[in-house]
């Protein structure tokens, strides 16, 4: 797929620090005296899902999908639809995806991303392939930038 490089290059690290921030200001407000050390391992967990699903794969899909719109997000389902995109230096091209976080846990298999592509011809749209390799380049994306702030939750 053209331009889908453009996934990988944009920085997200100022939405990954306020999710972080986030996640931060409700385990300890849960925390009720247990201490900074609780709040800590309550992150470290794989499972931290106050939202319905995974924290960490919710929040780092939005962040690898920020320079999409947003169709639907719902965070007790785990369901990001994103409207289509032309990335603007390929506008003969656009791109849809859906990511959904399918368990509690973080791990791989806990993530289910898909794309649709379109073409311009005559005048319209017509669907086209979108390569296997690119499907897996952003669920990796989406996976690293989970472990990265799953890793930072805690300091490490």
Not at 39 to 63: C, H
Not at 136 to 152: P, S
Request: aromatic fraction near 4%; include cysteine.
């Amino acid at each position: 797929m053209t331009g889908s490089n453009e996934i990988g290059r944009k920085n997200f690290r100022l939405p990954a620090k306020a999710g972080i921030a986030l996640m931060l200001a409700l385990a300890i407000a849960g925390c009720g005296g247990g201490g900074n050390r609780r709040a800590k391992l309550q992150l470290a967990a794989s499972s931290v899902s106050t939202i319905g699903v995974n924290a960490y794969l919710w929040r780092a899909s939005l962040d690898a999908l920020s320079f999409m719109p947003m169709l639907q997000t719902d965070s007790a389902g785990g369901v990001i639809v994103t409207d289509w995109y032309a990335n603007p230096s390929n506008p003969g091209e656009r791109v849809k995806v859906s990511v959904t976080i399918l368990d509690r846990d973080l791990r791989a298999d806990a993530l289910r991303v898909s794309a649709s592509r379109q073409v311009a011809q005559g005048g319209g749209w017509v669907d086209a392939p979108v390569q296997a390799a690119t499907v897996q380049r952003l669920e990796d994306i989406i996976l690293t930038k989970a472990r990265d702030l799953r890793r930072n939750a805690v300091g490490g």
